[in-house]
């Protein structure tokens, strides 16, 4: 494409990324690259960390799925610092878990003793209603890791009578409306949900054009 | 991966069988799915299930084909399937791009869902970059069109009688050795593996695709939708049958919110 400047560029495309050269790139892997390729895909691998009330740490897998009926997730540095202000403290609560990744954006650890400032995701549960779950994730989770976190966190808890809620936020000029997002009051609340939620929601939904998307979509 | 949606009609509603499945492939200027919801929209087609996958980015938001309050709250996410069974047809939109490394696998999964749930057809909506034409393609209609070899025998015949123009092949090495010719769809997305794939497994694919660029792009995508026409009819009528697709709510606001007062 050439520009009004004379130079030619290659415009990027809406459409994402032309796979049509990684196409002939993957029939020509050889054992080298392909050895490379699945190294990176064991890093960007999640685990997650469940503490049992022994203080024991162990793998999700061995546990017996955890029986949930509030999940609170805190998705982004804002999100996880509301939860930090205003809900957690360490005498209701007590740290059962954690995740570990590690991706271009930010690694985390699997300690649960972090900073504020830090990436991290940690999971919570209040010690007088074990059923109700907390989960504060600052660090950023990329896309292709998205799927997998969905399926480690929540193939550990049991899904009957389980209602989630999700906190996140977006930068208000990221808003889709008909007049200008400089004299829009902000900040301001929108919600999404499922038409199994049934009780009444604390603000107005999310209108049309606008989309939720990364974690808090998955 | 294909999750049927309750709707309380039973199975009914997700038998495909013998219906024209209609898929946009994420491609130069997202026209395939442009199209895909000017079809949805104009036949206010039912949503029948989703796709549940970890190849596409993740979004999720409120319906977008939404005419009223009533009808405005259903969430709706990045891969579902809708369904018109008055003319047969199956939409599959999908509205995000593949994460790296994911087209694949997706593409397996989706020839082998088509198998499975024995549509009659697929046609693939695309797009391909228009820079890349040559001299003969500048001149003329930007629309082409493939055909497996399993449709070419069904429907080959009605290409002619249109008056398609079938997509050229190029040199596979230009300059050096100009017998050897290959398909060549740059922009299209996964259309290429898509249709080489169908042709090798015999199913019955067409590809649509307009030459375009990046911008807006529903010009585009009327273009694409009304030759689709020409074929399926899913429209009859004798006069311009632009005016009669209907554009969804979710195309409002393209390209960004109002301006600020405060700017005059």
């Known amino acids: ?218 | 991966m294909f999750v049927p949606c309750d709707r309380g009609g039973g199975s009914a509603s997700s038998d495909f069988k013998g219906s024209t499945l209609l898929v946009p492939a994420v491609s130069v200027g997202n026209v395939g799915q442009l199209a895909a919801d000017l079809v949805i929209s104009t036949f206010d087609m039912t949503k029948v299930g989703y796709f549940y996958t970890d190849c596409l980015v993740p979004m999720v938001g409120n319906n977008p084909y939404a005419t009223a309050e009533e009808n405005a709250m259903e969430l709706s996410i990045n891969a579902e399937v809708y369904s018109l069974p008055s003319k047969k047809l199956v939409v599959l939109q999908i509205r995000s791009p593949f994460i790296k490394n994911k087209y694949r696998p997706f593409c397996q999964t989706l020839l082998s869902w088509v198998k499975s749930s024995k549509c009659a057809r697929v046609v693939l909506l695309s797009s391909s970059h228009a820079y890349q034409r040559d001299d003969e393609q500048l001149l003329g209609t930007p629309l082409r069109y493939l055909l497996t070899p399993d449709l070419e025998k069904a429907v080959g015949g009605l290409m002619q009688e249109l008056n398609w123009k079938e997509m050229e092949k190029v040199a596979a090495y230009p300059g050096i050795n100009d017998t050897e010719k290959v398909l060549h769809i740059p922009g299209g997305g996964i259309t290429k593996l898509l249709f080489t794939e169908s042709c090798s497994k015999g199913i019955q694919m067409a590809v649509l695709l307009k030459f375009c660029s990046e911008g807006d792009n529903i010009p585009d995508a009327f273009a694409l939708v009304n030759y689709l026409n020409e074929w399926l009819q899913l429209i009859k009528s004798e006069v311009n049958t632009s005016s009669q697709w209907k554009i969804p709510s979710s195309w409002r606001l393209l390209f960004g919110n109002g301006l600020p007062p405060a700017l005059f």
Request: hydrophobic share 40%.
């Open chain 1, 1 to 218: 494409m050439a520009t009004f400047f004379g130079e030619v560029v290659v415009a990027p495309s809406r459409a994402g990324v032309d796979d049509e050269e990684s196409a002939e790139e993957a029939c020509e892997e050889t054992p080298e690259d392909r050895e490379i390729r699945r190294e990176l895909e064991k890093k960007r691998e999640i685990d997650v960390l469940w503490t049992l009330k022994s203080g024991a740490s162990s793998e999700s897998s061995a546990d017996e799925p955890f029986v949930c009926s509030t999940f609170i997730i805190a998705i982004g540095h804002n999100a996880a610092a509301f939860l930090s202000s205003f809900i957690l403290d360490s005498v209701c609560w007590e740290v059962v878990g954690v995740v570990k990744l590690w991706n271009e954006w930010c690694r985390t650890s699997n300690t649960t003793n972090v900073l504020p400032t830090d990436s991290f995701c940690l999971f919570y549960r209040l010690i007088s209603d074990p059923t109700v779950f907390l989960c504060q994730c600052s660090c950023y989770v990329a896309e292709d890791q998205q799927f997998q976190w969905l399926e480690k966190v929540f193939g550990c808890m049991r899904k009957e009578g389980l209602q989630v809620t999700i906190l996140s936020t977006c930068p208000v000029a990221d808003y889709k409306t008909q007049e200008s997002t400089l004299t829009l009051p902000s900040p301001f609340l929108k919600a999404l949900k499922t038409k199994e939620f049934k009780e009444q929601v604390c603000c107005p939904l999310l209108e049309q054009p606008n989309i939720v998307r990364d974690l808090p979509a998955a």
